[in-house]
């Protein structure tokens, strides 16, 4: 007899620290026969998986490094047709930048039972563990929210860094590093201060997070100076000194 199909649970595990998944999300991960995690997953976290259930890595490293989408999505599938209930954990938010509706998309073709447990993306949540408010009644009514990873935007389209920029309020934007000069000059020339302040969120709720500060003009320079890496939250805006403490 064939067995009957469990479902796939496209669980967020959060921003970082493991204390920041949701309850729903962490009974299931407790509860999975099959627990798929990326690599900025916290340690911890799988630690709660119960006894006997198999624990897969999907991580990609830096430079592309690791199973492809293909691969992980038929891994899934593979254990969901066999009867195993899947705990697909991924970091942050499944659909925020997380390619979670690429791979809900492959489950529902393979005709799999699925559902989706919603995650604290660090896209608010670094930003609030920085002390930095998104919006702010004074200074910032709206937020946009941006891949810092060009290949990543829609049919492969270039980013529209003028609509951002003349979008106004707060900017935030997710794995940017890399392309973090770039986006500065683009920023300036479609009319945002070079003196606007910038904020640099390395593996925010991390016990080494750490935040670089600056200004549109001179981020880029800092933040190759002091080492910046991925993972790491941009944040632009006059929000970004609301409330801290070195606040100008």
């Known amino acids: 007899m064939t067995a009957q199909p469990g479902t796939v649970h496209l ?5 970082g620290d493991p204390g920041l998944i949701t309850v729903r999300g962490q009974r299931i991960l407790e509860s999975a026969d099959v627990v798929v995690y990326d690599r900025l997953v916290a340690p911890e976290l799988l630690e709660s998986a119960k006894p006997g259930a198999k624990r897969l890595s999907a991580g990609k490293a830096p430079g592309g490094r690791g199973p492809s989408q293909a691969q992980i999505n038929a891994q899934i599938i593979e254990h969901a047709r ?16 997380g390619r979670g509706a ?9 005709g799999v039972p699925w559902d989706v447990v919603p995650g604290v993306t660090s896209a608010v949540a670094a930003p609030a563990a920085a002390r930095i408010p998104l919006t702010h009644r004074d200074w910032a009514s709206t937020a946009t929210l941006v ?7 829609k049919d492969g389209a270039p980013v529209d860094w003028a609509a951002v920029a003349g979008a106004g309020g707060t900017i935030v934007i ?7 000069p770039t986006t500065c000059e683009r920023l300036i020339a479609a009319g ?3 003196s606007e302040p910038v904020a640099v969120i390395e593996r925010a709720t991390w016990p080494d997070e750490r935040i670089t500060m600056g200004t549109l003009a001179d981020i880029a320079d800092t933040a190759e100076r002091v080492g910046a890496r991925n993972p790491a939250v941009v944040v632009v805006g006059p929000v970004v000194r609301a409330l801290r403490g070195d606040a100008a």
């Open 102 to 110: 690429e791979e809900i998309a492959a489950v529902q073709a393979a």
């Open 147 to 153: 891949t810092g990873h060009e290949g990543e935007a």
């Open 192 to 194: 945002r201060p070079s």
């Open 174 to 180: 997710l794995m940017g590093i890399a392309t973090l």
């Open 82 to 97: 066999a009867g195993r209930s899947v705990c697909r954990l991924k970091g942050g938010d499944p659909f925020v930048f």
């Open 11 to 15: 669980v967020g595990a959060g921003p």
